[in-house]
């Protein structure tokens, strides 16, 4: 058994990264202060892309992402700028604990949902002209996009226009997903071969407390995982042939908190046998996320990610340990169709999670000597 040549990679990641303090004070110089311009903005994100690409290449990853140092939100960033959609700013609300917390932000369709301009083109062309900087094919520029069921699940029916949508079946879907393929067909023609969609939806239907808000809004939650698995198959329908598209179910990652728990199992079969995706990261970094029996469902042709190393906290496995988490795993799954990747992203929001920029470089080198050690 080899390491893979194309996406996902044996040793693989979510995407995002710790932002440099030099990035942040930007920020909130453009954001906040309004001391300089959009374009003065690009050009320090751009020096700090450009660094955390060649981060990725020392640590030996083969997937490269641009952090996500141009976003504030994983989601809010690209979702406002579909056509017909309204979104708000998250709100953070302290804990009984003292610890913050995200309040889910109102995403809400006003209109007929469609694809108005190129999301994602020119920051993955920049991307892309560092990578190819480095001359090494093995190394593959990938976009990450938040999934096109958090246009849904945030409000449900009551979160979507009735005048652009007196009925959700087919009209709504339909529109979301071509909006999808047109980002991807962007996307495509710029060069790109590996986009992989974030969903914390499909995680929270995990837990039986989002399962009870999803009935209270009128939603069944046994049903919602089977129409989300025909919603993302009308996006996979429109997806440029030669491009992986995978997914990556989040059960909450602001500034190393989380806000969902529960095993796989309610979500396992929509999710690894009915979706037409390429990939799926699932979270498997401690015991919220219940054991691997779900994986029972994977496809043939389908890849898992393992998520067995967290980016919450600094302490760090044993890669005996990861090994034998693998191994279990693989009573379930078979091993060639199984990656290892860390749990989720450093940093989903501009915030970041709470560890050390030195912890972040050495969990990834983690993954990759136990993923050369599994595989190689």
Same mark, same amino acid.
């Given at each position: 058994?080899?390491?893979? !040549? ?23 110089? /453009? ?5 300089? !311009? ?51 700013i998250p709100v953070t609300v302290k804990r009984a604990d ?34 190819? #900087? ?37 009209? /709504? ?13 962007s996307l495509f023609d710029a060069g790109c071969r590996y ?32 129409? *989300? ?12 042939a030669g491009m992986t598209l995978a997914m990556h179910l ?5 500034? #190393? ?6 095993? *796989? ?14 990939? /799926? /990261?699932? &979270? *498997?970094?401690? &015991?919220? #996320? ?19 190393? !967290? ?16 191994? &279990? ?39 990759? &000597? ?7």
């Amino acid at each position: 058994m080899s390491l893979r !040549t194309t996406p996902p990679f044996r040793a693989d990641h979510v995407g995002s990264f710790l932002r440099p303090k030099y990035l942040l004070d930007a920020r909130e110089q /453009f954001f906040v202060k309004k001391e300089i !311009t959009a374009e003065q903005l690009r050009a320090v994100e751009d020096k700090a892309i450009t660094e955390i690409v060649k981060f990725q290449q020392e640590v030996g990853l083969q997937s490269i992402t641009d952090g996500e140092f141009r976003r504030t939100y994983f989601h809010i960033d690209f979702l406002e700028q579909l056509g017909g959609v309204k979104t708000d700013i998250p709100v953070t609300v302290k804990r009984a604990d003292g610890s913050e917390e995200l309040a889910p932000p109102v995403i809400r369709v006003i209109d007929k949902v469609r694809h108005v301009k190129d999301i994602q083109r020119a920051d993955f062309e920049y991307l892309k002209s560092q990578v190819g #900087s480095f001359a090494n094919p093995g190394l593959t520029p990938k976009v990450t996009i938040p999934s096109p069921t958090m246009l849904h699940f945030r409000g449900g029916r009551a979160g979507i226009s009735r005048e652009a949508y007196p009925e959700l079946e087919p009209a /709504f879907y339909d529109d979301v997903a071509k909006a999808y393929g047109d980002e991807l067909q962007s996307l495509f023609d710029a060069g790109c071969r590996y986009v992989q969609m974030d969903d914390t939806n499909l995680a929270y239907l995990c837990d039986e407390k989002m399962r009870e808000a999803a009935r209270q809004r009128g939603d069944d939650p046994n049903e919602l995982p089977h129409r *989300y698995a025909g919603f993302i198959n009308k996006v996979v329908a429109h997806k440029p042939a030669g491009m992986t598209l995978a997914m990556h179910l989040c059960r909450g990652n602001f500034k #190393s908190t989380h806000a969902a728990a529960g095993n *796989y199992e309610p979500v396992a079969e929509a999710l690894l046998s009915e979706m037409n995706l390429d990939a /799926f /990261f699932l &979270e *498997y970094d401690d &015991e919220r #996320s219940g054991d691997f029996r779900p994986l029972r469902y994977l496809s043939k042709g389908k890849i898992v990610v393992l998520g067995l190393v !967290t980016t919450k906290f600094g302490e760090m496995e044993s890669k005996d340990a990861l090994k034998r988490r693998i191994d &279990e795993a693989a009573k379930y799954a078979p091993l060639d169709q199984l990656c290892l990747s860390p749990q989720c992203g450093f940093s989903s929001t501009v915030h970041g999670n709470n560890i050390a920029v030195e912890a972040q470089r050495a969990k990834l080198r983690l993954v990759v &000597e136990t993923a050369q050690d599994v595989w190689g």
